[in-house]
């Protein structure tokens, strides 16, 4: 087995944390009880989940979250329709508000 592989292989296997070799001998004990406290201080379970903020952040959780909708589509349809009649009037109506052509 070339170098190139066996550095490949290695990176996808994880390093052996308890090995019966290292509990016998007192400085490797120490560190297996660091070890093992450690993970005992780690929370249990699903994480909690997060509340979304901020304009965007809800819009996302109620549309989009565990109950997904189409009207995100329907509020960009009419997002554009007011853009156009913004630009609409902006460029055109605004000139034939008093007399008309």
């Given at each position: 087995?070339?170098?190139?592989?066996?550095?490949?292989?290695?990176t996808l296997i994880p390093p052996k944390v308890a090995s019966p070799t290292g509990i016998g001998?007192?400085?490797?004990?120490?560190?297996?009880?660091?070890?093992?406290?450690?993970y005992e201080k780690l929370?249990?379970?699903?994480?909690?989940e997060v509340k979304a903020t901020g304009l965007l952040g809800r819009y996302?959780?109620?549309?989009?979250?565990?109950?997904?909708?189409p009207a995100p589509i329907v509020h960009a349809i009419l997002g554009l329709m007011a853009l156009g009649y913004v630009q609409n009037y902006y460029?055109?109506?605004r000139h034939h508000k008093n007399n008309a052509h």
């Open positions: 087995m070339s170098f190139v592989t066996r550095r490949a292989l290695s001998a007192a400085q490797d004990a120490a560190r297996m009880q660091r070890v093992v406290s450690f929370p249990r379970g699903p994480a909690p996302q959780a109620r549309y989009f979250g565990k109950n997904p909708s460029f055109h109506l």
